[in-house]
């Protein structure tokens, strides 16, 4: 596709359920990245992919967030346990290369996770 | 650590009127990357405008212009003669060190533009 993609754009979830949350980057697209944000604040980075090498996963807030991108292209972010305070919009974003050049993100549209 | 903040939390103005809104950021490091993004009531982030560290040239397109200015930290965002259609949260952001990293977002400026 011409953008990046994400799914579910919704998802409601009971508190203990696990969640998969899909993003498809922009074809090409080496770098991958996931953010979190809550209402009314900006987003909050979360993991940095560089094709298949998680490079960075500084933001991740527990050991119950869980990402991955094997083949270097679609990437998972997976939530275990949830908890009310895991609602939020989850936002993923790809840029065209790892250096400073072309590191405009483009982001897909979100998936807003609710927790009951 | 790298801070933004973006102490406008909501700005009003009538259509056709200029509005700035405000950015400043803090860094340690001497290379990084400044942005501003556009958030539409459907929600998905806009990128509108990249700037590196060494280049401190305003830059103008169309009804859009920045002003970065190192000695203040600052990187505003006019809008020239807004419109309707302005109507948006935006966003400041950082990257440090070569670019590659996650940004850091400031907390963003709701812009309403009254007809």
């Known amino acids: 596709g011409a953008g990046v993609s994400q799914s579910p754009r919704y998802k409601v979830a009971k508190r203990g359920q696990d969640v998969a949350l899909r993003c498809d980057p922009i074809?090409?697209?080496?770098?991958l990245f996931w953010y979190q944000q809550a209402l009314g604040q900006g987003p909050e980075f979360l993991t940095y992919?560089?094709?298949?090498?998680?490079?960075?996963k500084s933001g991740l807030p527990s050991d119950r967030f869980f990402a991955e991108r094997p083949e270097g292209s679609v990437s998972t972010l997976k939530i275990q346990r949830t908890q009310q305070e895991d609602s939020a919009v989850y936002l993923c974003?790809?840029?065209?290369?790892?250096?400073?050049?072309?590191?405009?993100?483009?982001f897909g549209p979100g998936t807003r996770l609710t927790v009951l | 650590a790298q801070k933004v903040t973006q102490a406008q939390t909501e700005i009003s103005v009538v259509e056709k009127e200029d509005v700035t809104l405000d950015c400043v950021y803090e860094?340690?490091?001497?290379?990084?990357?400044l942005f501003w993004y556009k958030q539409p009531p459907s929600g998905e982030l806009v990128f509108l405008i990249r700037?590196?560290?060494?280049?401190?040239q305003n830059e103008i397109s169309g009804r859009y212009s920045w002003n970065f200015q190192k000695s203040t930290s600052s990187f505003n965002f006019t809008i020239t003669a807004s419109q309707v259609v302005d109507s948006a949260v935006y966003f400041c952001a950082l990257s440090e060190g070569g670019g590659a990293d996650g940004l850091t977002f400031g907390k963003g400026t709701h812009l309403i533009i009254q007809p």
């Open positions: 860094t340690r490091d001497t290379t990084y990357y």
């Open positions: 700037r590196n560290s060494f280049d401190e």
């Open positions: 974003a790809s840029s065209l290369a790892a250096g400073s050049y072309y590191n405009e993100q483009f």
């Open positions: 074809s090409g697209h080496v770098s």
């Open positions: 992919f560089q094709n298949e090498a998680q490079l960075d």
